[in-house]
């Protein structure tokens, strides 16, 4: 993993721009970098409270806009997934 990765893990969730309410909802079930939205599954993620199909689509939006994604169903296993 390059710098570059390590420092886009590391970097808070508010680098991604997201609206107030996924804010809150990531903060409120543990979340606070890049690295930990990525460490889950779209999955896991739709599994948790506060996170409904709204939110999830602004969450998945953000992350493509930043040539990121979450992992879309299994092991998250690898943290820094690029689509295609």
Same mark, same amino acid.
């Given at each position: 993993?390059?710098?570059?990765? &390590?420092?886009? %893990? =590391?970097?808070?969730?508010?680098?991604?721009?997201? /609206?107030? +309410?996924?804010?809150? *909802?990531? @903060?409120?079930?543990?979340?606070?970098?890049?690295?930990?939205?990525?460490?889950?599954? &779209?999955?896991? %993620? =739709?599994?948790?409270?506060?996170?409904?199909?709204? /939110?999830? +689509?602004?969450?998945? *939006?953000? @992350?493509?806009?930043?040539?990121?994604?979450?992992?879309?169903?299994?092991?998250?296993?690898?943290?820094?997934?690029?689509?295609?």
């Amino acid at each position: 993993m390059t710098e570059a990765d &390590e420092a886009v %893990l =590391a970097a808070p969730l508010s680098v991604l721009g997201l /609206n107030i +309410r996924a804010t809150n *909802a990531l @903060l409120n079930n543990g979340f606070s970098t890049v690295g930990d939205l990525l460490a889950k599954t &779209e999955r896991e %993620l =739709a599994r948790l409270p506060l996170i409904g199909p709204s /939110n999830m +689509r602004e969450i998945k *939006a953000k @992350l493509s806009a930043r040539g990121l994604a979450l992992h879309p169903g299994g092991s998250a296993g690898d943290h820094f997934w690029h689509p295609g």
